[in-house]
């Protein structure tokens, strides 16, 4: 079965589209590819943080419900709510390393739903999570909420939730912390 691309169906763009390719969905699960590149975001010196395994599997769930809501009206809209039980293998992935994610549908409750996901280099099962998404605008979903009126916005970060930023409470995507890790020259 061929699939769409995903930039036509995902709001995502590059250099933040992560992954190469939608190669399977059905009803609760889908399997994308994607490839490490050099020059992508959070790739440095040839490597980046195996953490990255989050925004793959955010991204492939995206897919699966962009994917099952193309034709509708406008782009698919979404949210990662959280993350759980994420056990990392390896501590980085390299760049040129060829990955399938794998996210299965655990359960879902109206708008939320939790992934049981897998992110693989071959037969090497680099990282495995559960994540729980927001599937729709989260705009909307704060309007129709009964607690609007109280001041919850979903759709705004809350501070120190930047993955980039390097604090103590939000760590780097490519493992650096403001010291320096460099190994002495031989």
């Known amino acids: 079965m061929a699939f769409p691309p995903l930039d036509e169906i995902l709001p995502h763009r590059p250099p933040m589209l992560l992954l190469d390719a939608l190669t399977a969905a059905?009803?609760?699960?889908?399997?994308?590819r994607a490839m490490v590149r050099a020059g992508a975001p959070f790739v440095a010196g040839g490597r980046v943080s195996a953490l990255i395994a989050l925004e793959y599997f955010a991204q492939a769930v995206a897919a699966l419900?962009?994917?099952?809501?193309?034709?509708?009206?406008?782009?698919?809209?979404?949210?990662?709510?959280?993350?759980?039980?994420?056990e990392l293998a390896v501590s980085h992935l390299r760049v040129g390393d060829v990955l399938d994610v794998h996210c299965r549908e655990q359960w879902a409750?109206?708008?939320?739903?939790?992934?049981q996901c897998i992110l693989s280099r071959g037969d090497e099962r680099l990282?495995?999570?559960a994540v729980t998404v927001l599937?729709?605008?989260?705009?909307?979903?704060?309007a129709a909420s009964p607690a609007a009126g109280a001041g919850?916005?979903?759709s705004s970060g809350?501070?120190?939730?930047?993955?980039?930023?390097?604090?103590s409470s939000s760590p780097r995507l490519d493992g650096r912390d403001g010291r320096d890790h460099s190994?002495?020259?031989?």
Do not use: I
């Open 26 to 32: 059905e009803a609760e699960s889908v399997t994308c």
């Open 183 to 186: 190994e002495p020259a031989p």
């Open 135 to 142: 599937r729709g605008d989260p705009a909307e979903f704060a």
């Open 127 to 129: 990282a495995t999570g």
């Open 109 to 115: 409750s109206g708008p939320v739903a939790q992934f």
């Open 152 to 154: 919850s916005d979903l």
């Open 158 to 167: 809350t501070p120190g939730s930047d993955l980039s930023s390097g604090t």
């Open 65 to 86: 419900f962009a994917y099952k809501s193309r034709g509708g009206p406008g782009p698919f809209r979404g949210l990662l709510l959280g993350a759980r039980d994420l």
